[in-house]
Nanobody, 126 residues
Framework: QVQLVESGGGSVQAGGSLRLSCAVS????????MGWFRQAPGKEREAVAT????????YYADPVKGRFTVSQDIAKNTVYLQMNSLKPEDTALYFC???????????????????WGQGTQVTVSS
């Protein structure tokens, strides 16, 4: 059974950092698009960053460019989202998502991803 398990969320002050992890199990971690999404109360789920596992092609949403970095550890079947210089507007429930793909670019629409984690809360105070 495919499982994505996020961890690493928490509460930080503006300017702080967090690293989210997404542990993948239940399928071979290869040729996938891995996406990090977030959803704030009353807002739609939006893509934050994506990573194509085969060639490490990445995408970052404009609000997080230069502050967030997506990476992977193949040996651990884990994808990370390093978040630096956090802002109050980054407060949201963050989700990891996966979808089997053969080529980049990875989609940025949530409905294109078939596997999802349960989410981890990130709260940034001013």
């Amino acid at each position: 059974q495919v499982q994505l398990v996020e961890s690493g969320g928490g509460s930080v002050q503006a300017g702080g950092s967090l690293r989210l992890s997404c542990a993948v199990s239940g399928y071979t971690y290869s040729s996938h698009c891995m996406g990090w999404f977030r959803q704030a109360p009353g807002k739609e789920r939006e893509a934050v960053a994506t990573l194509f596992t085969e060639d490490l092609t990445t995408y970052y949403a404009d609000p997080v460019k230069g502050r967030f970095t997506v990476s992977q550890d193949i040996a651990k079947n884990t994808v990370y989202l390093q978040m630096n210089s956090l802002k109050p507007e980054d407060t949201a429930l963050y989700f990891c998502a996966a979808d089997r793909r053969w080529l980049p670019p990875c989609p940025v629409l949530a409905d294109k991803y078939r596997q999802w984690g349960q989410g981890t809360q990130v709260t940034v105070s001013s």
